[in-house]
């Protein structure tokens, strides 16, 4: 996930630089809303493993 987030990052700043806009701004909302959803499925796993390992 994090991976294509970063992917679509790169395409986003390459095709800003390039001129090209609405390509931009698409490749930049998916990369937002993949690095969201990593973020989140990060935060939930993190609190599994302390749930199950009674870390805290």
Same mark, same amino acid.
């Given at each position: 996930?994090?991976?294509? *987030? /970063? /992917? &679509? %990052?790169? /395409?986003?700043? !390459?095709?800003?630089?390039?001129? &090209?806009?609405? /390509?931009?701004? =698409?490749? %930049?909302?998916? *990369?937002? !809303?993949? &690095? *969201?959803?990593? =973020?989140?499925? &990060?935060?939930? %796993?993190?609190? %599994? =493993?302390?749930? =199950?390992?009674?870390?805290?």
């Amino acid at each position: 996930m994090l991976k294509w *987030a /970063i /992917i &679509f %990052a790169i /395409i986003s700043l !390459v095709t800003g630089w390039l001129g &090209f806009g609405g /390509i931009s701004g =698409v490749t %930049a909302t998916i *990369a937002k !809303v993949l &690095f *969201a959803i990593f =973020v989140i499925l &990060f935060i939930i %796993a993190l609190l %599994a =493993v302390i749930g =199950v390992f009674h870390i805290l």
